[in-house]
């Protein structure tokens, strides 16, 4: 799911990296060219400008300080990233940031057995409280759908699409409010979700809601009975909204149980039994009749005056084995009991599902208070069990697969830095990079949502990438100035001045083009952009300015120590 919804911004990534690429390698070599061979350019570019001189003249200053007190920057800057590891347990997690599609879909169902006519007119009075609120602006409604269909729904379940005006209070604040409208219409269990959260949610866990709770077991009564409880238990769970126990009412059914001993005995196989119920009552079609262009089916079974009635069942005649006939109630029971609407299974098991949304928390810490008083409260016969489905079991499916991808990512990485510097201290000190650009990413991400979702990871990902660009800029001009017999601290003091400019000039073109994204996160089909956003910005605000001091201090010091022949 999470590889479908942003290989496209993968793809766009990849290629616009790699067209940069070419750009380097061949057009700004010849720009370069025509205009260093330009005297009149060379003249007229030749001191460096007011801001640039006084932005190398303070940075010199403040590295020759750091240099000097390489603890008192080193160690707090230790203590901060270790910060920022600790806060990233108190986040929540998500599958996906919050939507803001401008719309909602009600799911709206009521007892099963309840006439289309009935759920349509409480359709209606639902759609007449909806549109007394001031910002919705006009709803849309589907009562049952065909058998058929992709999306197949019973006729006492009906779907109504809100529009709505740009509100003028909090997104919660309006939910509420929806909820507590539709809260008064009797009879009628409600979710209330977006277009494509709605979609997201039922491919995921094959209800309409954030959270399904399956409880399976043998017993359709039983479970129905552990569902309600279930369901009543969880209701003060803070965050959970829209609690829905799937809705089971009995039906009339006539069953017929074979009498085995007088089958037997009329030399009737239980095969041809079942075989003569399923013709007598529900039919089989044996060819077509044509009428003109129309065309209907020609169906064998039992006339009405054998099945209208119980007494007609119990007096219907069936074949015995000598080729004479026997009433049906002399090698059955046939008695009138009540039974389930509907059944779901899962995996061939039967179950029942109460569904719930979340609202004002993040997903997985409702999930795990959830997970808390069921496991408190609910006791479970032998033979029941109780599953938990939704966008945080797929969440934690995508941050384990994201973790390793972030680890092969961070080998890769080193490894193309070993390539190019040939040494294993060099290319780690260029990593020291990842843990400062953590640091910026984390703080952002709990100053702006505070929860961890996919795109977030993502942004890391990402973030971990651009970060090394910084390092490697320091280290490689380290490496020329050392063979130009230049003394480590020169080389040091000097080499990150000369890099001050590239590499303030690299973070600012990054991050003038993540603003828009950050600061247009709540606009829709922005939501999924703006964690990612937020991620890169932090990162590369705290990335560029320690590395800036971290990794001249730990090369120097690593120098030192192998100048010192203790590496």
Known sequence: MEGRMLKPLGIAYIVALFVSLIVAMTITPLLCKLLLTDGKYLNRNRQDSWLTRKLNGIYEKSLEWVLRNKRKVFYPTAGIFLGAIALCFTMGQSFLPEFNEGALVITAVTKPGVSPEETDRLGLLMEQELLKIPEVTGTARRTGRGELDEHSQA??????????????????????????????VPGVAVTVGQPLGHRIDHMLSGTRANIAIKLFGPDLSELFMLGSQIGHSIEG??????????????????????????????????????????????????????????????????NDNYTGSLDAIRSALIDMGNGRKVPLEEVADIVSVGGPGSISRENVQRKIVVSANTAGRDLKSVVDDVRRTVDEKIRLPEGYRVEYGGQFETAAKASRTLLIASLLAIGLIFLLLYGEFKELTLSTIVLVNLPLALIG?????????????????????????????????????????????ESLHRRVLQGSVDRLNPILMTALTAALAL????????????????PMAVVVLGGLLTSTLLNLFIVPIVYEYVETRRKNNIL
């Open 155 to 184: 006729g006492n379940s009906s779907e109504i699409d809100v529009r709505f005006s740009k509100l003028k209070r909090s997104n919660e604040e309006f939910l509420n409010e929806i909820r507590s409208v539709l809260s008064t």
């Open 237 to 302: 769970v803070e965050g959970l909204v829209d609690v829905s126990v799937e809705q089971q009412t009995e039906t009339p059914q006539l069953q017929l149980r074979p009498n085995r001993a007088m089958l037997a005995r009329y030399g009737i196989t239980v095969e041809q039994f079942n075989r003569f119920v399923e013709l007598a009552f529900a039919g089989e079609k044996l060819g077509d009749i044509y009428e003109g262009e129309r065309s209907f089916d020609l169906v064998l079974r039992l």
């Open 441 to 485: 990413g984390v703080l952002a991400l709990y100053l702006t949502s505070a929860v961890i979702s996919i795109p977030s990871i993502i942004g890391f990902i990402t973030l971990f990438g651009i970060a090394t660009r910084n390092g490697i800029l320091l280290i490689s001009r380290y490496q020329h100035m050392q063979q130009e017999g």
């Open 515 to 530: 603003i828009p994204l950050v600061f247009q996160g709540d606009k829709p089909g922005n939501e999924i952009q703006s």
